[in-house]
């Protein structure tokens, strides 16, 4: 969630500044939220009204609804105020959270200046104060605005929290801010795949940079909880909303006490009870004696060193060990690994289960991430039958359709299944009306090629978004890349070991950038090569690998057909777009599927 404040002494126009900004932003199609700060006295709702009868009585929770607002109240009581940070989780994603007052809280932040209200304007020293608000002008080491122009004030906010139109796209004068918020991304230009005028043969290299540079995420934003959170792609930055581990506690089992010992024996005096995980010793321990803790326990007042267990003897209320012991030895301290408000994982990052104990410990519980990418996969060709048919003569099994589905769907796509499409204009037309309807993005394989029955080619050039990147790559036939109805479509060759290549190297990172994911180059490792080849230069070679014993085995035949040599491989080798021989024992790059999200 992006969050900017708004300070300054009372009086001084932060609520105006506030009002207007929330105004001036939302009249741009922003989704703004704010966060105020309200005196203790201050309440919702009156005493004697319903809904205060409820809270007396001892509610947890109150919703509070009406045909105009919806207003939850969660009870305190004994519990202690939240943090801003707890604050910010409570609120549905926005584009934008303004913060009225919480001066010291680590956003970025305005500071509204009255001279008419006799306040005399101190130079800010907070460096989080990014810019002044103020009804005269004075000379800073920061941008000072007029306290009305309130335009002006909004613009560099946006600009601040990178949600300024971006202007290379936005060419046709004025970008609608509406769309560029991230729970309505823009939507793709018709002409994204558009080659320079010119280009014959591209390298891989440059499609990929094309790719990168052309997609920008088309997902939208949900809030969801963590438990469910898994392979989905993280909207907004990652917060701790509390550090880890959250209060200094032992290591080890064993006995505590204050400050360092020196060499030689100690005898110290055990107090009364103990210290356990999740049950903490509520008083403190007086220095000069010891308290019995075991691991994962909070550290009682006065406790800094844990000795352990092992190394002690235990007698008649004294503990006795040898020094020397530092101070903190076997200790863990508050936010030794993570510090409230410290970034844990950025936007663009796809959810490990690691991931999930790391914001779990950081109490986070429910997170924006970007609804999953819906994936339409269709087969073109009239010689395909699905498996458990009867295939007649002429006829061969559907083999690229579970490949791409399960791909998408190990991707942490929802893939969409839109079948088998005969070679048929009007058919594939319909097909590709249902998939722009019902997906984010469409894969299809065969008929991408030049020839009289290459009918995805032919439809899609009808549209005249259609761009045949011929890609400096084998095995792979053109790649036809297209927009349908807005929605970008990948035409990926027939042939299944072209149309794996094809998806692993282009449409996977494409996808993942429309995903709003990071775009991620696949992880390879230089291993030496169990086989000998020769390579012309001009294009970049995929073959199908696995490793054995340490080194690189390549399948026996680099057929594009031999479907089988897919499933014996478990990745691919990547052959430089240079003229190569390589030996055996040479140095080649291995990717493993696994680096594919396979
Ligand atoms: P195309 O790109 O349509 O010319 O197809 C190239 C080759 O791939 C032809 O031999 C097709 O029969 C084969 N092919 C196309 N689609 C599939 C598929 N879904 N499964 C298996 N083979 C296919
Ligand atoms: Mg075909």
């Not at 105020?81 to 994603?93: A, Y």
């Not at 009239?382 to 048919?389: A, Q």
Request: with cysteine; aromatic share 4%; charged share 25%.
């Amino acid at each position: 969630m992006k969050i900017y404040g708004v300070t300054g002494w009372k009086n001084n126009g932060k609520t105006g500044l506030m009002e207007r900004l929330v105004a001036e932003l939302t009249s741009r199609g922003l989704r703004v939220s704010t966060v105020k700060h309200a005196h203790h006295a201050f309440d919702v709702d009156q005493p004697g009204r319903d809904s205060h009868r409820h809270r007396i009585a001892g509610a947890s929770e109150v919703l509070l609804a009406s045909r105009q607002r919806v207003a939850l109240m969660q009870e305190l009581r004994a519990d202690p105020e939240p943090s801003l940070d707890e604050l910010l989780l409570r609120l549905s994603p926005a584009d934008l959270v303004l913060v009225e007052g919480y001066k010291r809280e680590g956003h970025p932040k305005i500071e509204a200046h009255r001279a008419e209200a006799g306040t005399e304007l101190i130079a800010p020293t907070d460096p989080l104060i990014r810019a002044v608000a103020s009804d005269v002008q004075i000379d800073l080491d920061r941008p000072v605005f007029d306290l009305d122009d309130t335009v002006t004030i909004a613009d560099f906010i946006l600009q601040e929290v990178g949600l300024a139109p971006s202007s290379p796209l936005s060419s046709e004068g004025t970008a609608e801010v509406e769309e560029c918020g991230p729970s309505a991304p823009p939507p793709l230009r018709n002409d994204c795949f558009a080659l320079p005028p010119g280009v014959d043969w591209t390298p891989v290299d440059d499609a990929l940079e094309m790719l990168r540079t052309r997609l920008s995420p088309v997902a939208g934003v949900e809030t969801i909880p963590l438990q469910q959170a898994l392979n989905r792609v993280l909207a907004e930055d990652a917060m701790a909303a509390r550090p880890n581990p959250p209060q200094a506690n032992s290591a080890v089992d064993g006995y505590g006490f204050a400050g360092a010992v020196t060499d030689g024996s100690h005898r110290l005096p055990l107090v009364d009870g103990r210290a356990a995980a999740g049950v903490p010793f509520e008083g403190a321990v007086p220095r000069g004696m010891a308290i019995r803790v075991l691991t994962g326990a909070a550290l009682p007042d006065g406790v800094e060193t844990v000795v352990l267990q092992e190394d002690v003897a235990v007698s008649d209320g004294y503990v006795s060990f040898r020094g020397p012991l530092k101070r903190g030895a076997n200790a863990r301290k508050a936010g030794e690994d993570v510090e409230a408000g410290q970034l844990v994982l950025r936007a663009g990052r796809q959810i490990t289960p690691a991931d999930l104990a790391l914001m779990s410990a950081v109490g986070l519980s429910h997170i924006p991430v970007r609804k999953s990418l819906r994936v339409a996969v269709l087969s073109t060709g009239d010689e395909l039958v699905e498996p458990g048919h009867q295939a007649g003569l002429g006829q061969i099994f559907d083999a690229n359709r579970p490949m791409l589905l399960t791909m998408a769907q190990r991707m942490g796509f929802v893939p969409v299944d839109l079948g088998r499409v005969a070679d048929d204009r009007e058919t594939l037309r319909s097909v590709m009306d249902r998939a722009a309807n019902e997906a984010d993005v469409i894969l299809t394989s065969g008929g991408a090629s030049a020839g009289d029955e290459d009918h995805v080619s032919a439809l899609l050039g009808e549209t005249g978004a259609l761009q045949e990147w011929r890609i400096a790559l084998k095995p792979g036939r053109p790649v036809a890349l297209a927009m349908w109805q807005g929605t970008p479509v990948f035409g990926l060759p027939g042939n299944p070991v072209a149309a794996l290549v094809c998806a692993l190297i282009f449409a996977r990172p494409a996808m993942e950038v429309l995903a709003g994911a990071e775009w991620s180059k696949p992880q390879g490792f230089d291993l030496p090569a169990a086989f000998e080849k020769r390579k012309k230069p001009g294009r970049r070679e995929y073959l199908r690998a696995r490793v054995r014993d340490g080194r690189v085995e390549v399948f026996a035949s680099e057929g594009s057909g031999r479907i089988s040599g897919l499933s014996w491989a478990e990745g691919l080798v990547e052959i430089g777009d240079g003229a190569c021989h390589i030996r055996p024992g040479d140095p080649v790059r291995y990717i493993p599927y696994g680096s594919f999200g396979l």
